[in-house]
Structure formats: C-alpha cells, structure tokens
C-alpha cells in the first residue's frame, strides 16, 4: 500500500490561501476543501481529523505487537542462558566424575600390575630354582649312566662264564637303577604363568570374561554308541538352600574358565558363579526380565518379561533402552559371532517374527514370512546360532525345534521329538544349546530329559539321571570346556563333562 506524503506546513500546495481538511482515499493524499470540487471531484473523502486518529491507533498496537515480541526474545534469551549454565554445570560434573572414575580405574590397574609383576617374580624364581636342581640331577643322571654303560662294555668282552654269572647278579635295564629321579624330574616343571588367584577390578574383570572365544565347526559324525558312559554328575549347586525366596533358573550364560552367568527371572538377579557355586559377581536387575546375553563387547543384554524392550548394562554398570519392541513382547535372544543380536518377539493374537539387530540396537532385518509368503513362526521363544551358522529355533507354539539357514530363506529340518518316545508326555522344549561340532542339546521339561541331535536335526540319544526325575530341565548351555550346564526348577543347577560320556569332542 503506497505511503501518503506529509507534508512540511498544513497548507495546501495547490492552494496556498487554504488548509488541508479532508484525506483522499483514491489517491492517498491531503486535499483542501477547493481540492474536493476540483481534481479530487468525485473521490471517496474522510475527515483529516479522525483519519490521522485511526492511523495512530493503527501504529500503536503495530508498536505494541512489536514490544510483546521483543519481550518475548528477551525472555527466550534468558531462558537460552540459564539452559546454557545447566548445561555447563552438568558439563563439569560429568567431567569431574569421569576424572574421579579415570583416577580410581588407573589405580586399581596399576594394583594388579604390581601384583602381577611380584607373582610373575615370584614363580620366576621358583622355576628358576627348580630348573636349577633339574639340572643338577640330569649331570648326576648322566654321569651314573656313563658309569653304568662301562661296565657293561666291561662285561661284555669278558668271557661266558664271568659275563652270564654277571648278569644273574645284576639289573639290566639301565634305567632302574634311578626311577626315583625321573618322577622328580616330571614333577619339577616350571609353572604355566596363569594369574587366576590375583583379585583385579570386578568391572574391567566382568568386561574381560564377557568376550566372545569363536569356535571352529569340526567335522565329526558321532554315533549313539559315543553317548553310552556312565552319567555322573560333576557338580551341583542348589541355589534355595541360599536364598529360599528363588523358583527356578531362567538363564544360562557360561563365559571364562569355570564361569557362568546364572540368571533367575523373578526376582531380577544375575549371579556369576563358579561350578562348586562360589560367587564371584551379583548384579540387581530390578526388573522381571526373560533372557540375558552378553555381547562380543562385554556388555549385558536383558530382555523384559511381558514387556517390550531389551536393555542394556555397561560394564560401567550404567543401564540403557537398547531396542523397544512396541507392540510386541520380547522373548529370548542369541548374539551371533560378528555381533549382531537376534531377538525372538510375540504379540498377542498374531505370529511372532524374529528381529536381527545391530551391536547398536538397529533393525537390520525381520523374519517372519518365508519366500511363499507363509507365516514361519507361532511363537518363537529362544534361538541359537550353531557353529555352521545355521540358527535354531524353539516354537513354543508348535513344540517343536527348527534348523534355518543364515537368511531364514530355508527349513533346514524340524525336531518334534523322538520317535522313541522320552516319557509320557509330549514332548516340551523349554532350552536348547550345542557344542563345538554342531551337536543340538535340547531340555525336555515335562519328560525330565536331555535330547541330543546331529547337527542336521537327526536324533542321537537321550540323557536321563537320577537327579532330573524331581527337578525339570529348563536351561541348558555348553561351555569351551564341554561341560554341559543344565538350570533347573527349585533353583537347582548341575554340570556334566561330555567327555565323560564317551563323546569325542
């Protein structure tokens, strides 16, 4: 809209003898009362008076609007400050508390390097000392064997008669005359360096023991015969004898040496145990959860019972939403050997699927249709990968156990229990797990037994023993030192050696 131009005096310009009075809204100008019969003649006219009034009302509120808004720039500056000061407070206190952390781990480590360094010391001059006397012993040895094989070269070119009356009064083995000296020598080895008694920080341990040791698939066919040693049991430990309030275990980790990370889901607790069941870690999970894993980085996966998400521990001990499965129900899950997480998923009123995430918690790919357009799952509970890459399902809709190849594009088999039967019951499996050559362990809860299949889904043989007959198999697991770890119902947890069994592994 064009501007009216004011003038400088209140005197028309094309009038001089008069004064302005009206305002033309054609042409947007001042006009005097001669003006008005003349070239604004038929104009639509205004007062000057009450024109000039409404166009001060007009810039008024125009200042007024402009006021508000610079007030609310100024309020917005404040509030950018004081943000900008919270969040340099938080700034140094994270700071100062990853400074307090930094100081307290390089302390612990420099700890345990110095009790390393004096342990390494020590075992060092121990073997020192007993390769030293070694030593020793091997120059007497040698010395007396010198002697020994002399006189046998003496005796030899004697005549008959001196040489067999000889020989009836002697040893001729040369090595009897000191067999003492050779156990001393076995037993005089140097020591093989192993710092398991030295106590380091229980994080950075807990960090190191989570790390995935990879397994080369061997290609060895067993056979039913291979199962048949005697069952014993190399070890049991019964949780409700300790803490009366436990129901049963719900999840079975084995990671270093003798370790396991043995979970019971209600109430949330995980504890790292040793097979004699000593503790060396508990961790309060504070939720009902369904399963643990622990990634290729050290940290703890869980997934929630009856709920939706799977969360994430640091080895920091810091908790974070990892993946939110909404709407979906998270079920049990497997960490792969590249680092990716499989997580098995249920909704009510609809089949399952199985999610492939990545180590950061992305959807990296879904499974719940084959190529046909068929619906592959019910209710996929737990999954494992096999040491030929294949991943194993248990379908706690179908009751059945299933083999897929790495993309889920194939069925590979499908294990509805033996055709000799393992009880009178059907069959039920609640847990499954394999060892270094592929072979399938699966829990049968309700027919108190272990199944155990080829790694192409053929059925070898059944465990069965005295100690399940009371007390359900649900979780099983292997760990690098073939033995197999069964939880229990009643919080109970035993561990067999498949070497005892026979099995060539």
Known sequence: MAQAQVPVTNTCTHHPMQIYQFYCENDKTLACRLCVTGMHKG????????????????LKDHLQSMTDELQLIQDEEKQNDQHLHEIERKRSAIVQTISDKAEYVKEKVEEA??????????????????????????????????????????????????????T?????????FDRSFLTEMALGKPSEYRFDSIEI????????????????????????????????LNSSIDFKSIFPNYHHVGTVFPVHGELAWIGFQRPGTLHL?????????????????KDMKITKYGDILISEEKGSKVWRFTFCGRKQEFYDASPFITRCMCVTRNGEVLLCLHKNGTNGKIVKL?????????????????????????????????????????????????????????????????????????????????HLYIADYENHTIHVL????????FFQFKELEKNWPRRVAVDLKSFLWIGCNNAKLYTISLHSLGLQI
């Open 358 to 438: 990545s180590p950061t918690g992305k959807v990296m790919a879904e499974y719940s249709e084959n190529q046909n357009g068929k619906e592959m799952f019910q209710k996929p509970d737990r999954i494992i990968q096999n040491v030929n890459d294949d991943f194993i399902v248990i379908d706690g809709g179908t009751k059945a156990i299933q083999g897929f190849n790495q993309d889920f594009t194939k069925v590979k088999f499908t294990y509805s229990g033996s055709p000799k039967p393992a009880g009178p019951k059907p069959f039920q499996p609640d847990g499954v797990t394999n060892d270094r050559m592929g």
């Open 454 to 461: 080829q790694p192409d889904g053929s059925f070898l043989t």
């Open 201 to 232: 920080d229980e994080k950075r341990m807990a960090r190191m023991i989570g790390r995935f040791q990879n397994v080369c698939y061997i290609d060895h066919v067993c056979s039913g015969a291979e199962f048949q040693g005697q069952i014993e």
């Open 168 to 176: 009836s009064t002697n040893r001729l083995d040369p090595l009897c």
């Open 113 to 166: 390097k110095c009790k390393l360094e004096e342990e390494f010391k020590a075992l060092q001059k121990i073997d020192k000392t007993l390769l030293g006397n070694c030593k020793q012993k091997a120059a007497a040895c040698r010395d007396k064997l010198q002697k020994h094989m002399e006189t046998v070269e003496k005796q030899i070119s004697n005549n008959d008669t001196d040489l067999l009356h000889w």
């Open 43 to 58: 104009h639509t006219l205004s007062d000057l008076a009450e024109h000039a009034q409404s166009k001060r009302r007009e």
């Open 273 to 289: 145990v040793t097979k004699k069941g000593g503790e060396k870690m508990k961790i309060l999970v504070g939720f009902d959860f």
